[in-house]
């Protein structure tokens, strides 16, 4: 992360480009590309809890090399328990921190810093975003703030995404079972209903 003001303008971008999705992996994917771009860091990842496996699994990245990614599993109850404690985790050397899991793999990478942080929705903690920086960085207050404050965005974003799609699945059952003609377009008129033997006009009261 470069040592320049970081513009809260930045949050405002990320949260119009995701408000368009209705899908919770592109929310991961432009959340970590946007969050790569707008900082200037090396590179940025999203993790969700496996909740069977015990291990964050990655569902989006930017900035980082295959390899590094699939270097092995992440686990849920690891050292770096930003998805565990719901707390940020700034590590400033990964290669002289017992945090990390695959130090010599993140020096091939060429990853200095990390800065991890929950992603909450709902006071659940769904997984976390990491931040990596190509030389050492010291995370300041200001930037774990407005990380955090993107990651609290993904998560809400891909919780209303997920709840977008099982409202429409719903629908869909809802129409399969009861049969497309239910819902059918009808035009309906204040007497409609009203038996032939009642005087309409008693409808207007």
């Known amino acids: 992360m470069e040592n320049h003001t970081i513009y809260y303008d930045t949050i405002t971008r990320l949260t119009t480009a995701i408000s368009h999705c209705k899908d919770p992996e592109e929310v991961a994917l432009i959340t970590a590309e946007s969050v790569k771009t707008a900082?200037?860091?090396?590179?940025?990842?999203?993790?969700?809890?496996?909740r069977e496996t015990r291990e964050l699994g990655l569902v989006a990245s930017y900035g980082l090399s295959d390899e590094y990614?699939?270097?092995?599993?992440?686990?849920?109850?690891?050292?770096?328990?930003?998805?565990?404690?719901?707390?940020?985790?700034a590590i400033y050397d990964v290669m002289d921190d017992p945090r990390i899991e695959y130090p010599e793999e993140a020096k091939?990478?060429?990853?200095?810093?990390?800065?991890?942080?929950?992603?909450i929705s709902h006071d659940k903690i769904l997984?976390?975003?990491?931040?990596?920086?190509?030389?050492?960085?010291?995370?300041?207050?200001?930037?774990i703030t407005?990380?955090?404050?993107?990651?609290l965005i993904c998560g809400m974003a891909m919780d209303m995404c997920r709840m977008y799609k099982g409202y429409k699945s719903s629908i869909e059952i809802l129409k399969?079972?009861?049969?497309?003609?239910?819902?059918?377009?009808?035009?309906?008129?204040?007497?409609e209903g009203v038996p032939k033997s009642v005087d309409p006009s008693i409808c207007d009261y």
């Open 39 to 50: 900082f200037r860091v090396k590179g940025c990842s999203i993790f969700l809890v496996d």
């Open 127 to 143: 997984g976390a975003l990491r931040v990596y920086t190509k030389s050492p960085w010291e995370f300041s207050i200001t930037d």
């Open 69 to 89: 990614l699939n270097k092995g599993p992440i686990h849920f109850m690891q050292t770096i328990k930003e998805a565990k404690d719901a707390v940020p985790v």
């Open 176 to 191: 399969n079972m009861r049969g497309k003609d239910t819902y059918g377009t009808k035009k309906w008129t204040p007497h």
């Open 108 to 119: 091939k990478e060429g990853i200095a810093s990390l800065l991890g942080v929950p992603i």
């Open 146 to 151: 407005i990380i955090q404050a993107v990651a």
